[in-house]
């Protein structure tokens, strides 16, 4: 079964630097990743997805994430963070369940922006 | 073009009471899928409807059930609600089935049970 761990549920960053979100997946067949972010009382907005054409994927907001097979790693990052880039970020997998296909989501993480 | 809509935006119950949330999807999108996001975790799969079919079903318990119209929106009812049941609801939508299709979300519908 498809499933996917982000590591730290609460990140803080200082604005203009580095932000790294880490998430692990695990899946018995070629994965397609995804993450999203979620403004508070919003619903959720697709980053960027890897589906197997590029190993690193370019996203909106001058996000990008790197799907590494060895290391079974999709982290999502951003070279200088911005205040607007406070949310909450879900990593997911899709998952095949009977005729479905769903999405499999981490249990987000938090980024905070410090001024 | 618009997005997912979804409606009501939010909702107050008491346990045991029944309710209904709508979902429309982007349009030309024949799949829509119910998830359900309690406080500080990750979305949870409910449903998938594709051409009016439900095609998957998470594990969530027999009160609730869903459908979808010819005209591909789609209800989420939810039976004798239980004070578990408060979460925001959110919809999705995708063109086709395909596992690298991308799904696209609705603002949710924000369900307190009292």
């Known amino acids: 079964a498809q499933s996917v761990t982000q590591l730290g549920s609460h990140v803080s960053v200082s604005e203009g630097a580095l932000v790294l979100l880490r998430c692990n997946y695990s899946s018995s067949v070629p994965p397609y990743l995804f993450w999203y972010v979620q403004y508070p009382n919003q619903g959720l907005q697709l980053l960027l997805k890897y589906t197997s054409a590029a190993t690193l994927v370019k996203g909106i907001n001058g996000f990008e994430a790197e799907f590494k097979k060895s290391e079974t790693s999709f982290h999502l990052t951003k070279p200088s963070a911005h205040m607007s880039d406070a949310a909450e970020y879900f990593c997911?997998?899709?998952?095949?369940?009977?005729?479905?296909?769903?999405?499999?989501f981490g249990q987000g993480t938090r980024l905070t922006i410090n001024p | 073009d618009a997005g997912v809509t979804q409606s009501p935006t939010h909702l107050i119950k008491t346990r045991g009471q029944h309710v209904t949330l709508r979902c429309s999807p982007i349009?030309?999108?024949?799949?829509v899928s119910w998830y359900q996001q309690v406080l500080g975790q990750g979305p949870q799969f409910i449903f998938q409807?594709?051409?009016?079919?439900?095609?998957g079903r998470g594990n969530f318990p027999d009160r609730f059930s869903a459908r979808q119209f010819p005209n591909y929106s789609s209800e989420l009812n939810v039976n004798a609600l239980l004070l578990g049941d408060s979460a925001l609801y959110l919809c999705?939508?995708?063109?086709?089935?395909?596992?690298?299709?991308?799904?696209?979300f609705g603002p949710g519908t924000r369900l307190l049970v009292l």
């Open positions: 349009s030309g999108h024949k799949s």
């Open positions: 999705a939508s995708s063109a086709a089935l395909r596992p690298q299709e991308t799904q696209y």
């Open positions: 409807y594709y051409e009016k079919e439900e095609r």
């Open positions: 997911a997998v899709s998952a095949h369940l009977q005729g479905a296909q769903k999405l499999v």
